[in-house]
């Protein structure tokens, strides 16, 4: 299984941007699939869940209302559009997929993980 991120880059403050995640060798319609970033000297922060039962959405309080985060079963992918970006979203965005379910804000639960992507908010 691999998930590929693309989409980042560098904006400016207030800006917007649309991550991809695409998968291969696994389907993300029966995983839950989430975004993480991490900033320099940080830990890993969760961003944004879709949940496989419902496709209900859940999001870090710090990107709630700015990011939101979809599914395409069709092109076995998944997005998170970025708006309204502030300096303290730069940071690596991965992608990940977590079957187990247990607790889908947690990275040590997520068994799949992307490369990662830049994106670098300029103020």
């Known amino acids: 299984a691999q998930l590929v991120e693309s989409g980042g880059g560098l904006v400016q403050t207030g800006g917007s941007l649309r991550l991809s995640c695409v998968a291969s060798?696994?389907?993300?319609?029966?995983?839950?699939m989430g975004w993480f970033r991490r900033a320099p000297g940080n830990k890993r922060e969760f961003v944004a869940a879709?949940?496989?039962?419902?496709?209900?959405?859940v999001y870090g309080n710090s990107v709630e209302g700015r990011f939101a985060i979809s599914r395409d079963n069709l092109k076995n992918a998944v997005y998170l559009q970025m708006d309204g970006l502030k300096p303290e979203d730069t940071a690596v965005y991965y992608c990940?997929?977590?079957?187990?379910?247990?607790?889908?804000?947690?990275?040590?639960?997520?068994?799949?993980w992307g490369q990662g992507t830049q994106v670098t908010v300029s103020s």
């Open positions: 990940a997929a977590d079957w187990s379910g247990r607790s889908y804000r947690e990275p040590s639960e997520y068994e799949v």
């Open positions: 879709i949940l496989r039962s419902d496709s209900t959405t």
């Open positions: 060798g696994m389907y993300v319609s029966v995983y839950n």
